[in-house]
């Protein structure tokens, strides 16, 4: 008889996952490229194609797909609502952090992050396989958009001069100076922090989130006790962005899945450089 799953945290290690990652509560979720999962994946590993988790209409190509179209992709992965979803990718939690967010927005709060993703679980040695598991029945998914975490341009234009409302710019040091420009117009949101996404990862650990990142944010001035919005390009970059603050135990975080490309697109918006 299968042991009841236990309570697994929202940042997992390998090792730790290894013991229940054939747990038949695990639904094991892979965002890796196309290309890497084909090679190697963990074994049990359904694999999503990221750009199925944006809408992918310009010029705001990172904004939430509709219901229907996240009905359908949960569907195809045998997503019943009550699995324990443990995510991944190959790039250090953007993707896997995006799909976090998703999750958030349909309201499934059982979902955990593999540390490191496929980088830490090959650096722990730990087996994995070519092997494509068996295409799951089809699940009947009807789901509920909280707009909770998710942040739009007229949200974040009310918050600018609030003192407890803070912007995480997750982009390049370049793209939030204006030096490169992705859209109409350059710069970034009045007010905002920029701290790179890949300042969070331990290059020399795997691309672990790093162990002094809530020191690091705090004397950025982005701190739990404000409200805070993060964004990229596209929510892809700070999709583990988003991920960092809910590991932190962060309760005020969103994520502005417009970004840049709406953002900097629009002729009235207010923009810094």
């Known amino acids: ?8 945290p929202l940042v997992i290690d390998p090792k730790s996952l290894q013991q229940f990652q054939t747990h038949p509560d695990i639904l094991l979720v892979d965002l890796s490229r196309q290309e890497t999962y084909l090679e190697q994946h963990l ?32 569907s195809s992965i045998g997503f019943t609502g009550k699995q324990h979803v443990v ?46 598991p068996p295409q799951p029945q089809p699940t009947q998914v009807a789901i509920t958009i909280d707009t909770t975490p998710i942040a739009d341009v007229d949200y974040i234009k009310s918050q600018l001069n609030s003192p ?51 020191e690091q944010l705090e004397n950025c001035g982005i701190t739990a006790d404000k409200t805070i919005v993060t964004h990229c390009q596209s929510h892809h970059r700070s999709g583990f962005t988003y991920l960092v603050a809910k590991s932190l135990g962060f309760k005020n975080i969103k994520a502005y899945d417009g970004s840049w490309s709406e953002w900097g697109n629009l002729p009235d918006t207010p923009i810094e450089k």
Do not use: C
Request: charged residues 20%; without cysteine.
């Open 164 to 214: 407890d409302f803070v912007v995480w710019d997750a982009r390049s040091p370049a793209e939030y100076q204006g030096i490169k420009v992705l859209a109409q117009r350059g710069g970034h949101i009045p007010g905002a922090i920029n701290f790179e996404w890949t300042r969070g990862m331990d290059q020399q650990n795997n691309l672990k989130i790093r162990d002094d990142i809530q």
């Open 1 to 8: 008889m299968t042991q009841p799953l236990p309570l697994l």
């Open 43 to 74: 074994l049990g590993a359904h694999h999503i194609a990221p750009q199925q988790l944006m809408l992918g209409q310009p010029p705001a190509p990172g904004k939430l797909p509709s219901k229907t179209q996240l009905e359908q992709l949960l």
């Open 87 to 132: 995510v991944y990718d190959d790039e250090g939690g953007g993707w896997a952090g995006r799909f976090i967010w998703t999750l958030d927005v349909i309201g499934h709060k059982q979902y955990s992050y593999l540390n490191g993703g496929l980088h830490a679980w090959l650096g722990n040695d730990l087996p994995v396989t070519a092997e494509i």
